[in-house]
């Protein structure tokens, strides 16, 4: 007969592991979804490269069990010659526990890490309902860097009431 360990606690920090800040993701989730695809079967034929528009948002808030629910907004709009070749938006979600973050970290957490995280998840559902639309190549989203989008929002807020004359 052998000794045999109990089992350690899913949840429990491992001996010698760095305690520090971090985030478990609970659940991901598409609350919105839209692929159109209007000048079928002709958009499908077009020469050259189409125009790309992309636009993407983060918002992020508490709940009351003191968890974070982060949202990502994607819209992709391409055009060419014939007019709208196809259009994505996709809202895609996640459910985020947080651990050991100071509260000036947590914004940033939240609109940086955890977008960064969910990010590969809606670009593969982009490239798939482009793919199903019909569109060889997939379109691919390039990786997106949420510190500087996070830094650029950052910096509209604080010059946005100086701008508009208000004190």
Known sequence: MTDAAPPADANAPLEGAPQ?????????YVRDFSFENPKAPDSLR???KPQIDLG????????????????????VRATGDIGAVFNVELLYG?????????EQDIEPMLLIECPRYLFPFAREIIARA?????????????????????????????????ETGQA
């Open 56 to 75: 993407v948002e983060m918002n992020a808030q508490g709940r009351k069990d003191g968890l974070f629910e982060v949202e990502l907004r994607l819209s």
């Open 46 to 48: 077009i020469e050259g």
């Open 20 to 28: 520090g800040p971090g985030f478990r993701i609970l659940a991901q």
């Open 130 to 162: 482009t793919s199903d639309g019909g569109f060889y190549p997939p379109f691919m989203l390039d990786p997106i860097d949420f510190a500087s989008i996070y830094v650029q929002r950052q910096q509209q807020i604080a010059r946005g009431p100086a």
């Open 94 to 102: 996640g459910l985020f526990a947080l651990s050991g973050v100071a």
